[in-house]
């Protein structure tokens, strides 16, 4: 997903808003906040509910506008899928081969405050609450 994200909040938000409103929009919330900052700000809200309000589901607070594909189911979801294929294509480039098996992700580490000599691994896990139990040699 890291590899496709900018180019599918663009594909979702973009069409509709255009490329100026659109950069825009980025100086002030970015289309999403990577780890291991937080990952609560983003465009991720507002792409979800319009793509379930383009998909038929019910949604409460329906957005008045209508943004991927304009409305448009078929133009909506080609335009997904083909920034899902550019961001696949480049992380292809970046990792110098096409098959994601062999890709590898930088280690990212992360720090305390009250303890600046501890650090650890950072793991992005769905589980939305990580907590540190103890720190050990």
Not at 12 to 26: K, N, P, S, T, Y
Not at 89 to 101: H, I, L, N
Not at 114 to 134: C, D, F, K
């Amino acid at each position: 997903m890291a590899a496709v994200w900018q180019g599918l909040a663009g594909a979702a938000m973009c069409g509709r808003l255009g490329a100026a409103l659109c950069r825009a929009l980025e100086t002030r919330q970015t289309r999403f906040q990577t780890p291991p900052s937080g990952m609560y700000g983003g465009w991720h809200q507002y792409m979800d509910k319009d793509l379930r309000a383009l998909a038929g589901g019910r949604v409460a607070g329906r957005l008045r506008v209508r943004y991927c594909g304009n409305g448009d189911a078929g133009r909506c979801a080609r335009a997904l899928w083909a920034a899902i294929e550019a961001g696949a294509q480049a992380e292809a480039r970046r990792q110098g081969s096409t098959d994601p098996a062999q890709w590898h992700r930088p280690v990212v580490k992360i720090g305390f405050a009250p303890l600046p000599l501890a650090e650890m691994q950072y793991t992005n896990r769905p589980s939305g609450i990580q907590q540190v139990m103890q720190f050990a040699p």
